[in-house]
């Protein structure tokens, strides 16, 4: 059996230091910011070695797909998922602009887990289909956030005027930007009543946010808004549901068991992440950390 045969799998800090010849501060400097293949694993850096060759040689392909991904959550805004980031101080920055713009994110490795509740009504399902092409092959996993009441965030002067759908028509609405599952949702809602966009009067700067339709709707701006009851009640504004939808996390594999993700979703079943859901209202977490589909 060669030397080569009998090596280690993994390469330890020093190790790698002596490899490169550089301090074991640099391999650590070099890990945090994504720039060389390595692992995290009881709370130790590890680094693979077969990578580490490839890397070393210039061969990318192989190495860009074991790199460190961004600590960032992109993808659709959760007012619960948001408050969980900061409360468990997982050290995970967001990137909110909408369900599609995260799957874009994570095909194009600039987060490492994206927000989703991308309706697919010839499935009747979430988070699936064509607009996931992208991600097809790609090591993700389908974690199930929440399931959250989804509908119409209505002015107070408007809640007796307005008791389906249909009766927007005519209605100043805020706008959600195209990437946004609530557009996606919104635009389905309309042509099952016989509407289109051009049935209701979009108004106002496009909300990229829960919080920013709700407060758009309070500040008298609009009648109306696609939205959540948490932050319709947050803003003491008028509620109208629609569907109760499914927002799941899309995850990288090794992103999963590193841990800024890990210490979020450990928050997730602690007193105070339970209380904080039952306050906003609209959640059924029931099945938070199921994983929904192994990949796209």
Not at 2 to 30: H, I, M, N
Not at 108 to 126: L, Y
Not at 239 to 263: G, N
Request: glycine residues 8%.
């Amino acid at each position: 059996m060669s030397d080569t045969d009998s090596a280690p799998d993994f390469l330890t800090t020093k190790e790698v230091a002596a490899l490169l010849r550089v301090r074991e501060r640099r391999v650590y400097e070099l890990a945090a910011a994504g720039e060389i293949p390595c692992r995290r694993a009881i709370g130790k850096l590890l680094f693979p070695r077969k990578e580490i060759t490839s890397w070393l040689n210039g061969d990318e392909s192989e190495a860009a797909e074991t790199t460190v991904l961004p600590r960032i959550i992109a993808g659709s805004h959760d007012p619960l998922l948001d408050w969980a980031i900061r409360e468990s101080r997982s050290g995970l920055a967001t990137s909110f602009d909408g369900s599609l713009d995260g799957i874009r994110q994570l095909a194009n490795g600039t987060a490492q887990a994206a927000g989703s509740h991308v309706f697919v009504p010839e499935k009747k399902d979430w988070n699936t289909g064509p607009a996931f092409a992208d991600l097809k092959g790609k090591p993700v996993v389908v974690v199930e956030w929440a399931r959250r009441q989804q509908g119409l965030i209505l002015a107070r002067n408007q809640e007796a005027g307005v008791r389906k759908v249909a009766d927007l028509k005519g209605k100043r609405v805020i706008r959600r930007q195209d990437t946004a599952g609530a557009a996606i949702l919104f635009n389905h809602l309309l042509a099952a009543t016989g509407l289109t966009p051009d049935d209701v009067v979009a108004c106002g700067d496009i909300a990229r946010t829960e919080t920013e339709a709700a407060a758009a709707v309070a500040a008298g701006k609009a009648d109306a808004a696609p939205g959540l009851e948490s932050v319709a009640r947050q803003f003491d504004l008028g509620f109208l549901p629609t569907m109760v939808e499914i927002f799941d996390l899309i995850v990288y594999h090794r992103a999963w068991f590193d841990p800024p993700i890990q210490t979020l979703m450990t928050f997730t079943a602690s007193p105070a992440f339970q209380t904080r859901a039952q306050e906003l209202g609209g959640y059924d977490i029931g099945r938070l950390g199921a994983v929904r589909r192994n990949g796209i």
